[in-house]
């Protein structure tokens, strides 16, 4: 079955640097676009980031262009998500996500738990 796992969350002072990884199983990741999100205490889900698997092209939100960069190793099934120069409002739960395409789009249907991402001195 689909199974999406986030790692490397924790606790980084403002500046600091955090890399995720997203370890996917039950599918063969090379063919499909992944997504990384956030969510935040009291707000909406935000897409961060995207990397389709068609031509490997990227997608950012504006508040984390120049910062974070998004990267897969289709050899070890994981796609990762570099984040530098993080701020406190980064401060959030980071998912990474699928909908078995090989492009990015606004519709995911296998999630992982989550990992928790906090900015603070």
């Known amino acids: 079955q689909v199974q999406l796992v986030e790692s490397g969350g924790g606790l980084v002072q403002p500046g600091g640097s955090l890399r995720l990884s997203c370890a996917a199983s039950g599918f063969t990741l090379d063919y499909y676009a992944i997504g990384w999100f956030r969510q935040a205490p009291g707000k909406e889900r935000e897409g961060v980031s995207c990397?389709?698997?068609?031509?490997?092209?990227?997608y950012y939100a504006d508040s984390v262009k120049g910062r974070f960069t998004i990267s897969r190793d289709n050899a070890k099934n994981t796609v990762y998500l570099q984040m530098n120069s993080l701020k406190p409002e980064d401060t959030a739960v980071y998912y990474c996500?699928?909908?078995?395409?090989?492009?990015?789009?606004?519709?995911?249907?296998?999630w992982g738990q989550g990992t928790q991402v906090t900015v603070s001195s």
């Open positions: 990397i389709s698997s068609s031509d490997g092209s990227t």
């Open positions: 996500a699928t909908g078995l395409r090989g492009y990015c789009s606004p519709s995911y249907d296998y």
